[in-house]
């Protein structure tokens, strides 16, 4: 049979009058048909089970279709991400710097606070130009308002003086940006510029106190790591006789403190490789030390040069 409803109701020839069942006078049976089943209903087979329905199927479908081109969609995003992460440094950097630039503006104006930053962005290139010559990736710089710029990398060499030439190349770099905009100030006779020098000079030599992590804690890994509990003293007598109350410099002290603490106890471990990253030749020391001392005196002097009472309203007579 090819009917789908024919097994429940078996065709049956009417009975005789002779026939008997269950001593029962037979009489004629008649086939009932089986009810029609709801409109996009599977019927039940002998066992109980459903059979499987046309919308269930169709709605399947069309899941595994929409898991499909979502999963699709995701992987192009991701494609897109990884094609432009080359370029995320970047945004990273100028939104940063942006933000920096808003907050110093504050304080000095927008003008000064963009020349600002500038001056802050190559001083952190030189330590980008020195770790690659070590051949070692560096990020790009990230700012943070009133605490400069960073630069992140796995490590600073690998050894002391490798620590002292990527620390001392942000204040020689950042000198002679500064230098430049001192020079076009004296050329121009602009007290804008000289006073954009002046600071330019003053953050490069801030950066060369000798206490990591600051620059010049860098430069004395590898002329004498004794010195860094000097440049600590010196960092905490600045923060109390600031008279200005700047917040920024317990800031540095503690980051300091902590950083003096695990750097000492890793040069006092007496381990092979503390003994290899602190040996440093005579003739390395004596080069470090005069790269170091030089900056200085050229910092002072560039100080000097550009140092003026105000400009835009705002008084350099205190720094």
Not at 19 to 47: C, H, I, K, S
Not at 141 to 164: C, H, K, Q, W
Not at 255 to 272: G, K, M, Q, V
Request: hydrophobic residues 55%; proline residues 6%.
């Amino acid at each position: 049979m090819t009917d789908e409803h024919a097994w429940l109701a078996p065709p049956v020839a009417p009975l005789t009058g002779t026939e008997l069942r269950a001593g029962l006078p037979a009489a004629p049976l008649v086939a009932t048909p089986a009810p029609a089943p709801a409109p996009g209903a599977g019927a039940n087979d002998p066992f109980g089970r459903k059979r499987p329905r046309g919308r269930l199927r169709q709605k399947l479908s069309s899941g595994v279709a929409a898991v499909v081109a979502l999963v699709a969609k995701f992987g192009v995003a991701i494609k897109g991400i990884l094609i432009a992460l080359p370029n995320l440094k970047l945004f990273i950097t100028a939104g940063t710097a942006l933000v920096s630039v808003a907050a110093y503006s504050l304080f000095f104006g927008w003008w000064f606070a963009v020349g600002f930053v500038v001056l802050i962005f190559v001083h952190e290139m030189g330590h980008v130009i020195a770790l690659r010559r070590e051949g070692i990736k560096a990020s790009a710089p990230m700012f943070i308002p009133f605490m400069g710029a960073v630069i992140t990398a796995r490590s600073l060499g690998d050894n002391a003086l490798a620590e002292a030439r990527v620390g001392l190349a942000g204040p020689i770099l950042g000198s002679l940006g500064a230098a430049c905009v001192a020079v076009a100030g004296a050329l121009l006779d602009s007290n804008f510029l000289l006073a954009l020098a002046y600071i330019g000079f003053l953050i490069n030599l801030f950066n060369l106190l000798p206490i990591v992590p600051l620059d010049g804690g860098r430069a004395m890994a590898a002329m004498a790591p004794w010195m860094w509990f000097l440049g600590f003293g010196g960092l905490v007598a600045l923060m109390f006789l600031n008279s200005s109350g700047n917040p920024i410099l317990p800031i540095i002290v503690l980051f300091a403190a902590f950083d003096l603490y695990r750097r000492w106890r890793h040069r006092r471990s007496r381990t092979l490789q503390s003994a290899a990253y602190y040996r440093v030749s005579r003739r390395n020391r004596v080069i470090v030390g005069a790269v170091y001392l030089g900056l200085i005196v050229a910092l002072v002097f560039g100080m000097n040069a550009t140092h003026i009472l105000a400009n835009g309203g705002h008084s350099f007579t205190s720094i």
